[in-house]
């Protein structure tokens, strides 16, 4: 997915903001599966270093100003 425009741009690091959050929420609990645990904390991780390259590419594409 490639963002169009601001408005996409700043709904997407808005998500990013919430994704690390909740990344950083879940690394401090106490897992009750281990394995989960684990999986959700990737799932959350690989989310973010999507939205982080989305945000740069749209970035870098973008006339200077």
Not at 7 to 12: D, H, M, R, W, Y
Not at 33 to 62: A, D, G
């Amino acid at each position: 997915m490639a963002l169009k425009n601001e408005t996409e741009l700043a709904n997407t690091r808005q998500k990013l903001r919430e994704l690390e959050s909740r990344y950083e929420e879940r690394k401090r609990e106490t897992p009750t599966n281990p394995r989960v645990h684990e999986l959700t904390l990737r799932s959350l991780k690989r989310l973010i270093n999507q939205l982080k390259e989305e945000i740069t590419l749209f970035e870098v594409h973008q006339p200077v100003k």
